[in-house]
């Protein structure tokens, strides 16, 4: 799981904060979900400039998942 959340992050902070809106936006319900339990990871264990990065992906998973999103990954029983 580490290894996978370490790959994550690598990939989110790779884009530029003009792509990920677009990025987002290509996502379905349930990958929102998942995009979202990563983010949470990422603000849980946060590596070098890499908080702002996942701040703005967290903004932009918001505007498309809504509050539910949010609902469903913090009273998920599954974890990443």
């Known amino acids: 799981q580490e290894e996978a959340h370490g790959m994550v992050l690598k990939v989110l ?3 530029r904060s003009s ?3 677009q990025a987002v936006s290509s ?3 349930s990958d929102i979900d998942l995009l ?3 983010i949470y990871k990422g603000f849980e264990q946060p590596t070098e400039n890499s ?3 996942v701040l703005q992906w967290h903004e ?3 505007a498309v998942g809504v509050l539910g999103s949010i609902v ?3 009273t998920s029983r599954k974890t990443v």
């Open 13 to 15: 902070t790779s884009f």
């Open 27 to 29: 996502l379905d319900r």
């Open 60 to 62: 932009k998973a918001l």
């Open 36 to 38: 979202m339990k990563y």
């Open 51 to 53: 908080s702002a990065i």
């Open 72 to 74: 469903r990954v913090l």
């Open 19 to 21: 792509e990920i809106e």
